[in-house]
């Protein structure tokens, strides 16, 4: 039994560092990277829901969150998080599953 946990840990481990060096995932796409004031994203939806959109330093400290409503299909959503330059990672909860993005604030 804990075989399983362990390959579903670092399966999620690599998705995760795989999701974080690029900035297009399962349709997902994040613009411009760097980004100034404003981070544009863009995804396709299997059904109207809403859509969590958080923010995290690389120590994992919460820096922003935003809950926004998007319809089945193709949707673009705008955040203008109000954080120090840097470097951040954007976690997007959608359709039950999380992405994970890194962007970089100038």
Do not use: H, W
Not at 18 to 30: A, K, L, M, P, R
Not at 35 to 58: G, P, R, W, Y
Not at 66 to 88: D, I, S, T
């Amino acid at each position: 039994q804990l075989d399983n946990g362990d390959d579903f840990m670092r399966s999620l481990e690599d998705n995760i560092l795989e999701g974080i060096s690029n900035s297009t995932i399962n349709g997902t796409s994040i613009y411009p990277n760097p980004f100034d004031t404003k981070l544009n994203i863009a995804l396709t939806v299997a059904k109207s829901q809403e859509v969590k959109i958080q923010l995290f330093t690389v120590a994992s400290q919460l820096v922003f969150t935003e809950e926004k409503q998007v319809e089945k299909g193709n949707n673009l959503l705008e955040v203008a998080p109000n954080v120090a330059q840097g470097v951040y990672i954007l976690q997007i909860e959608r359709d039950g599953k999380i992405e994970i993005f890194k962007v970089i604030k100038k």
